[in-house]
């Protein structure tokens, strides 16, 4: 059963054992990043729930590291505790082919309060500071940012940084060529400001869509309610004509200045480094604020993986991949991983090879249908390789690998902003790397089949013989090792 709002999740946890509840005073100046950055670092990374903060009335608290990790995205998905990798990648592309649109709902509990004009003030909440090279305030880490295309009404779900600069005001980086760009873009050309929702701790499903680089014009709500099995209940916003969750913890509401502008960052990023700051960032006007009573805000703490976020964007890019080669004709693509403390950059995929360069066309395939510009290495591996399994994909890349032949690198391409490998001032332009991890077929380099390999084109694997290995098998379950 979908889970109806972040709450009920929360509670999950706790009946399993795996909420932490936090009683003594934290304060959202860098603990709160303190205590996100140790408990992910832990064996059991339990959920984080702190119930009392410096400075901020009883009853406001701040939840962190609910989905830190690939079992419990499976607990938040309601899939087996013990589902593969490629089982639940699977899975979610099964579900997201048939979309459940929203519904609209009269009210929800994100009406419990309402603020506008001048009542409003960010600051009510308990915004972590998370570290101390952070420029300030980061309202928006896990959150959605919900934005309309004004020519049809389109709208886009995304998750873009967002930082507090007073009571009434936030800037937000969005790269260049994310959808919610395109937006403002076209609100620009109106000569109109873009009407901006920013809603936080609602069903975990959602940010994750927030996150998944759907085609333009796909509804990340509807897409949502394919992965929760039912339809995300929505409410119209008191102040600009969008429509938020309908039992989110906070809702912001506002316009996206076309003149007003104000530095924003740095801030710690999902790469592991600071993301610089911009200097001439957007602002959003604050328009109102509506909320659940005694609100749970939901945190996040970026920077050096493991993070949270990694784990959630690590789900949202393996199925996107998938899905797209489902969608768009690339059968041979068995499945993909977004390798551990890499957020998007390196991504491995395994095929089925019937053909010379097949793993290049299907590395290419990645970048154009896996939310490039992010991506920058793909390794392409056999179907034998599981590459969820980091250790299987390093042993193809040890042993399939001849460099000359099989590395590529891709020159002037279109890159991430945020990457720390490019000079400031050169990023948004950068090279991608193919790694052929594959069994040769080209004509120059295939092995021909040879006695002593039994037939087989490469040298036959070094393992004990099925025979023996089911003797052991057996004899290890009486044994009941």
Known sequence: MPFADMREFIALLEKRGELL???????????????????????????????????????????????????RWA???????????????????????????????????????????????????????YIALDGGRYLGTWHCVITKDPDTGERNVGMYRVMVHDRNKMGIFICPGEHAH???????????????????????????????????????????????????ELVKCETVDLEVPATAEIVVEGHMSLTERRPEGPFGEYTGHMGAMIKDGPVINVSAITHRKNPVYRAQLNGRPPCEYVAGVGIARAAGIFAASRIYGRPDIIAAYVLPNSPEETIAVSINKTYAGQ???????????????????????????????????????????????????????????????IAQEQRGLGDRMIIDATWPMEPEDHFPPRPEWEGQCHPQLAVPDGKTLARIEDLWRKLKL
């Open 21 to 71: 509840r936090i009683p003594q005073e934290v304060h959202w100046d860098l603990e709160i990043g303190g205590w996100l950055h140790k408990a992910i670092r832990t064996k059991e990374q339990p959920g984080l729930l702190f119930e009392k903060i410096a400075g901020y009335p009883a009853g406001y608290s701040v939840a962190g590291m609910l989905v830190p990790n690939a079992a």
């Open 75 to 129: 607990l938040a998905l309601d899939f087996p505790e013990d589902i593969s990798w490629t089982k639940m990648i699977e899975g979610i592309y099964e579900r997201c082919r048939k979309p459940i649109a929203p519904v609209i709902v009269r009210t929800g509990p994100c009406k419990d309060e309402k603020h506008t004009g001048g009542d409003c003030d960010l600051l009510e909440f308990p915004v972590p500071h």
């Open 182 to 232: 395109f937006h403002y873009e076209k609100w620009k050309a109106l000569g109109k400001p873009m009407p901006v929702a920013v809603t936080l701790g609602q069903d975990e499903l959602l940010p994750l869509n927030s996150l998944w680089s759907w085609p333009y014009g796909v509804d990340e709500f509807a897409m949502a309610g394919a992965m929760r099995r039912a339809p995300v």
């Open 359 to 421: 793993a290049f066309d299907a590395a290419n395939f990645v970048y154009e249908h896996g939310a490039a510009p992010m991506i920058k290495n793909v390794i392409v591996c056999d179907a034998d390789i599981d590459v969820s399994n980091v250790g299987e994909v390093i042993w193809a890349v040890n042993c399939r690998v001849k460099a000359s032949r099989d590395v590529r690198i891709i020159s002037g391409c279109c890159n991430s902003p945020l990457d720390p490998a």
